[in-house]
């Protein structure tokens, strides 16, 4: 039964720092169905991901051999304030070698030295290796992750935070053209899963998951997106005594919104 009241308290969740939103299987199909032709022959890198649980590996790993990928690496991050006995581990998937499209444990599992803190030397490491990332990373360190993949120029596909557009680094690479929005409406929000012990969520799915609503979140990629290289359609001229100015900006001025947005 959906729980409304939740929504801003949800929302809020979301703001604070709180990374564990799970991302679904169905959300990941129907974003990525519309890049096939940008995957093959790739090496793609899922660095915030338990192999083990991700949709993300689940996906890749499923449609390895029908998007002619290369490799499938996933890292699993182990946060050192929770205590477990595991050890964090990786996945570096080849394909499948006994007829069943999933990674077995024999086909795939390796400890890891660290942590699986995607800033760390050994996951640099894959991420050299890696042509595409596609993830969707903890929010709150979402500047520093973009900043890492602009670092080593690489090709990413992410979900992250809608408010990310009005960051300083991040406004400017939209301006740059080296970010742009996903397929899906970025307008809209995204169902995640979150974990048994949420007290408040959105409602539980057939699953028995408790699924919760980010009314802020989007994917955030550098490949191509046919719809961003269609023109829009001009219907006016521009005319400045058309376009108000306010107080703190001027609404006709792109610089001017350009500044508000650099915070
Ligand atoms: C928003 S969740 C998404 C998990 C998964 N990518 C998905 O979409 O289902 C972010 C994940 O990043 C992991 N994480 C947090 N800090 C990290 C770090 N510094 N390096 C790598 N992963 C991290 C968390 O454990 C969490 O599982």
Not at 221 to 232: A, F, G, M, S
């Amino acid at each position: 039964m959906p729980n409304k009241s939740s929504n801003k308290n949800l929302h809020r969740a979301g703001v604070a720092k709180n990374d564990e939103f799970y991302t679904q299987l169905a959300d990941i199909e129907n974003e990525l169905k519309h890049y096939k032709d940008q995957f093959r022959g790739k090496v793609v890198f899922c660095n915030c991901d338990d192999p083990k649980e991700s949709d993300f590996v689940k996906y890749f790993s499923r449609n390895f051999e029908h998007l002619g990928l290369k490799k499938l690496i996933a890292t699993h991050y182990k946060d050192a304030n929770l205590f477990t006995k595991e050890s964090p581990y990786k996945l570096e998937y080849n394909g499948d070698k006994n007829d069943n499209r999933m990674p077995d444990p024999s086909e795939f599992m390796t400890e890891m030295i660290g942590t699986g803190d995607f800033r760390s030397e050994e996951c640099i490491n894959l991420l050299k290796e890696a042509d595409i990332v596609v993830t969707n990373p903890p929010f709150s360190l979402f500047r520093e992750y973009v900043a890492q993949l602009m670092e080593y120029k690489k090709k990413f596909l992410i979900i992250g935070n809608t408010n990310a557009m009005t960051y300083k680094e991040i406004f400017t690479l939209f301006k740059e053209d080296k970010i742009r929005t996903g397929y899906t409406n970025f307008n809209i929000g995204m169902f995640f899963m979150v974990p048994d012990n949420w007290e408040l969520f959105h409602h539980i799915d057939k699953n028995g998951k408790k699924i919760a609503r980010v009314s802020t979140s989007c994917w955030f990629t550098n490949l191509d997106v046919e719809k961003h290289k269609e023109n829009v359609t001009l219907y006016k001229k521009y005319k400045p005594e058309e376009y108000p100015k306010y107080d703190n900006y001027d609404a006709g001025g792109f610089k001017k919104l350009a500044q508000l947005f650099d915070r």
